[in-house]
């Protein structure tokens, strides 16, 4: 039987609803919190939890 492990979040540190296993794979997923009510777009691989940064969103002058 494969192991799983919770992801937590990487804001409060809290379980989040979601499990992952040693082969799953995870690009660009929306993690949720509900503690903190937070999202965070991370990267998931191997265990290893991955916080992805994304510049903030610029406007643009006319």
């Known amino acids: 039987m494969d ?3 919770w992801i ?5 540190r809290n379980k989040t609803r979601v ?3 040693k082969d ?3 690009k660009n ?3 949720y919190c509900p503690k903190c009510k937070q999202e ?3 990267e998931a691989k191997n265990f290893h ?9 610029q ?4």
Do not use: M, Y
């Not at 937590?8 to 409060?12: A, L, M, T, Y």
């Not at 939890?49 to 969103?57: F, G, L, N, Q």
């Not at 406007?59 to 006319?62: A, D, E, N, P, V």
């Open 8 to 12: 937590r979040c990487p804001v409060c």
């Open 40 to 42: 965070s777009l991370i």
């Open 59 to 62: 406007t643009q002058s006319r």
């Open 19 to 21: 499990q992952i296993r």
């Open 29 to 31: 997923f929306p993690l």
């Open 24 to 26: 799953t794979e995870l």
């Open 49 to 57: 939890i991955t916080v992805i940064k994304e510049p903030d969103a």
């Open 3 to 5: 192991t799983t492990e």
